[in-house]
C-alpha cells in the first residue's frame, strides 16, 4: 500500500484506499496448491504477512525463516498468481507468477523499530501487483524499475533496478524443480527471483540481452540473496599486456 498519503481533515484512510481500489479480498483457488510448492521448495513459513486490504490480487508474503543451513530468510509471494496475466500466445506458460528475494539473518533482523519491514519487501509487494496493473506478464530476463541510475532501490546502495531470474540459493531441494509449479487445472506458476542490478548492468542488458546479463550474475555468484554492497558485474577486466597477443600469435 502507499507508503504515505497526505489527508484532509474530513478524510480517512478507508476513503483514500477504497477509492484507488484497495478492499478486503479473500484468496483465489490456486493458492494452497501454490502454498504447498512454497513448502515443499523453499520451506515451511515461520509467519505469513496477510493482508486486510488488497488491490488486483490477495498478496501475502512467507517468511522463510533460516533453515537447512542457511544463515538468510526467503520471501515468497503468494497469491500473484491467482489470477493470470496478459502473455503473447507464444509464452502462455508465463501467465501467472510469484516472487522470490532472500536477505541475510533472520526474520527479526528486516523489521526496524516502528514495525517497518525491509524496503526490499515493499518491493517485493509492489511489483507483484505491477503486471496486474500494467496488463502484461512476467518473463524470465525481464527488466524493471527505474533508468536513472540516481534513483536507488534503497537509501543504502547503488543498485537502481531489477532483473527477474530463477532463484538459486534460496531453493532447499533442486532449483530448476522450485522454478515451476503445474497446478493440477494444468496452471503453470513461475517463480522469479527479484534480483537487484545496477544501472550498468541495465545497459548490458539493452544492449547485449539479458542472457549476457544473467551469465555474468551466475558467474559472480549474484544470486536473489540481497547484497546492497554488490559490485556491478558489467564492467570487464581489461586483458594485461601480451607480446604474442600483439604480434598476432
Known amino acids: 500500500m502507499p507508503d504515505h498519503i497526505e489527508l484532509r481533515e474530513d478524510e480517512d484512510w478507508a476513503t483514500i484506499l477504497a477509492s484507488d481500489g484497495w478492499a478486503p479480498m479473500d484468496r483465489g483457488a490456486p493458492s494452497e496448491e501454490v502454498e504447498a510448492h512454497i513448502a515443499r521448495c523453499f520451506g515451511e ?58 536477505l541475510p539473518g533472520p526474520p ?66 533442486d532449483p530448476m524443480d522450485a522454478f515451476r509449479a503445474t497446478l493440477s487445472t494444468g496452471a503453470v506458476v513461475n517463480f522469479l527471483a527479484l534480483e537487484p542490478i545496477h544501472a550498468d548492468e541495465l545497459d548490458l542488458k539493452t544492449q547485449q540481452g539479458s542472457d549476457v546479463l544473467i551469465e555474468r550474475l551466475e558467474e559472480a555468484k549474484a544470486f536473489e540473496l540481497y547484497d546492497c554492497n554488490r559490485a556491478s558485474v558489467a564492467p570487464r577486466k581489461a586483458r594485461g599486456f601480451s607480446l604474442k597477443r600483439l604480434l598476432g600469435g
Not at 67 to 80: L, P
Open 45 to 102: 513459513p515461520a509467519i505469513v504477512l496477510h493482508e486486510t486490504l488488497s488491490k488486483f490480487v490477495h498478496l501475502d508474503i512467507h517468511v522463510i525463516a533460516p533453515s537447512n543451513g542457511r544463515d538468510f530468510t526467503t520471501y515468497v509471494t503468494c497469491g500473484m498468481s491467482d489470477r493470470p496475466t496478459k502473455a503473447p500466445s507464444a509464452y502462455s506458460d508465463w501467465e501467472r507468477a510469484e516472487l522470490v528475494i532472500a
Open 108 to 173: 527479526q533482523a528486516h523489521v526496524d523499530a516502528e514495525g517497518r519491514w525491509h524496503y526490499m519487501i515493499d518491493h517485493l509487494r509492489n511489483y507483484a501487483r505491477r503486471p496486474h496493473a500494467m496488463g502484461l506478464c512476467f518473463i524470465l530476463g525481464d527488466t524493471i524499475g527505474t533508468v536513472d541510475a540516481e534513483e536507488t532501490v534503497g537509501p543504502d546502495t547503488r543498485l537502481s533496478a531489477f532483473v527477474l531470474t530463477r532463484a538459486v540459493a534460496s531453493p532447499i531441494g
